[in-house]
């Protein structure tokens, strides 16, 4: 399960295509003839749909090539940009553009990737190209589009080295653009700072204690914890730290395919990679979990959501869902009170599972299949799940209705740098705590990372009272394209925790 929200609150959600049928046909009889499929040569069914998160209704898609553990990105015009898959799809670029008409579908471009691009990760860049690391058995990286004066694809030591025999663990990277413009790239337990336009490795940061893998088949999740702009001097480039937790131990994958689900990991490890000496901090979530998605909130705080507590990701291969979604409370002093259990789901969220914030603040939750083809069966302990539910965090009761900020107006295109006023109605405002205005980039979700996740802590210059209720606020755009780059953001007003609804802001 792949998703993307758009900035016309639509999410674009894809599986792959060489499951079998779904159980979604296309419209007006229309059928998808690939004699490379795997399956179905010729199958009339869905397999990517775009669904609308305001009428709670979805329509089908067409995908013509195998998009299966593929990768994808948002350009700075809207544009989502989908990268590899598997068999025919492989090197295939696609595109989805958003649409208020109703016949918006999947275009596949003429160009294609350098090699096979196949559990690979993207990350948007600060000139708003694509940056397109890895994949199986793919040690290297490339762009989108291609620089014309140095096309082809860069060999990167790095994720060679961080390939164990027999289990990989470093497939779908994680990777952060820093405020420096450099990359952060984490395999397996191992990361660096690594500057892509050089094709060197700057740094390597200490490898993550404890020993326990944290990419995909062990697949654990990361985030970039905000990047706060506040203060005197907002031009100082801002701290960076990075959030690395749940995977699984060494072996963990083997031992699965023989129906031994060993323990998941339970601790996370947090590095400030812009001291000058880094080092992990760990500390230990209330329950083992693998597979776990880590979105970032408007709060700046970070939901873990989905996932199992024992074995790892792959067919057959973890049990014991996590039902509870833990918060991260990331400003939180005391380590031993930033982790907070929240209320369960019913439905196991496991391998192919997925999630994304959307702009009312709440996480779209969907998928799961841990099985090879769609299996519905009551007979199997975890059937493959294609409902979607949406988790309303702690913020959103009713309770703090008279707290939350709504926003009146604001710009809409916002140049780096730029002062912009923007007005909101707050029924009971608490002058003494202030409000704060963050940014988020909406990402693309698949295998547990939210790829070109990002939140800004934007500079609130001055808050004036224009009426009972209204407010009027003062606020300094993203100093630079490397803190953020180009392209749409949810921007949100938030007061004493409790966070606005979304509006859609462009940078550029």
């Keep these: 399960m792949h998703m993307q929200l758009l900035h016309n609150n639509r999410v674009v959600i894809f599986d792959r295509t060489d499951f079998g049928p779904s159980n979604l046909s296309l419209p007006d009889g229309h059928c998808r003839s690939d004699p490379n499929e795997l399956v179905l040569k010729i199958d009339c069914t869905a397999h990517s749909i775009l669904y609308d998160v305001a009428s709670n209704t979805f329509r089908p898609l067409t995908i013509q090539t195998d998009t299966f553990c593929s990768s994808g990105a948002v350009l700075p015009d809207g544009r989502l940009v989908q990268t590899g898959g598997y068999n025919d799809g492989d090197h295939v670029i696609r595109t989805f553009s958003p649409c208020s008409r109703g016949d918006c579908d999947w275009t596949e471009l003429p160009e294609n990737l350098t090699i096979r691009r196949w559990y690979a990760s993207n990350q948007i860049l600060p000139d708003g190209r694509i940056i397109i690391v890895g994949g199986r058995r793919a040690f290297s990286y490339e762009f989108f589009p291609a620089n014309e004066s140095r096309p082809g694809n860069f060999y990167l030591r790095f994720l060679k080295e961080t390939r164990d025999p027999k289990e990989e663990n470093n497939l779908y990277p994680f990777l952060h653009l820093l405020p420096d413009g450099n990359l952060f790239i984490f395999a397996n337990t191992r990361s660096i700072l690594f500057d892509y336009k050089g094709n060197r490795v700057l740094k390597e940061f200490p490898s993550i204690p404890g020993g326990d893998k944290r990419n995909y088949p062990s697949t654990g999740s990361s985030v970039l914890l905000p990047l706060r702009l506040t203060g005197s001097d907002e031009t100082h480039s801002p701290d960076a730290e990075i959030l690395v937790c749940g995977g699984a131990s060494p072996g963990a994958f083997r031992k699965a395919s023989h129906g031994i689900y060993v323990a998941a990991s339970r601790s996370c490890g947090r590095i400030k990679v812009t001291d000058n000496e ?231």
């Design 278 to 508: 880094p080092q992990w901090v760990m500390e230990d979530m209330p329950m083992p979990r693998v597979m776990p998605d880590m979105l970032l909130l408007p709060t700046g705080d970070v939901i873990i959501i989905n996932g199992a507590g024992n074995g790892t990701a792959g067919w057959e291969s973890a049990i014991n869902p996590v039902l509870h979604p833990v918060l991260y409370l990331t400003n939180e002093p005391d380590p031993t009170q930033r982790f907070v259990l929240l209320n369960p789901t019913t439905i196991p969220r496991m391998y192919h599972s997925a999630a994304a914030l959307l702009a009312d603040g709440c996480i779209l939750v969907g998928g799961s299949n841990p099985h090879v083809y769609y299996n519905f069966s009551s007979d199997v302990l975890y059937p493959t799940e294609l409902s979607l539910e949406s988790f309303a965090p702690p913020y959103s009761a009713p309770a703090y209705s008279h707290l939350r900020p709504s926003i009146l107006s604001v710009e809409r295109s916002l140049s780096y740098g730029q002062m912009f006023s923007l007005t909101f109605v707050l029924p009971l405002y608490q002058p003494e705590y202030g409000v704060s205005v963050t940014i988020v980039t909406p990402s693309f979700s698949t295998h547990s990372f939210a790829m070109s996740q990002r939140l800004v802590v934007l500079n609130v210059i001055d808050v004036d009272q224009l009426s009972v209720f209204g407010y009027s606020a003062v606020v300094s755009a993203p100093t630079s394209d490397k803190i953020a780059p180009p392209g749409y953001y949810m921007l949100f007003v938030v007061h004493v925790g409790i966070p606005s609804h979304g509006v859609w802001v462009k940078i550029q």
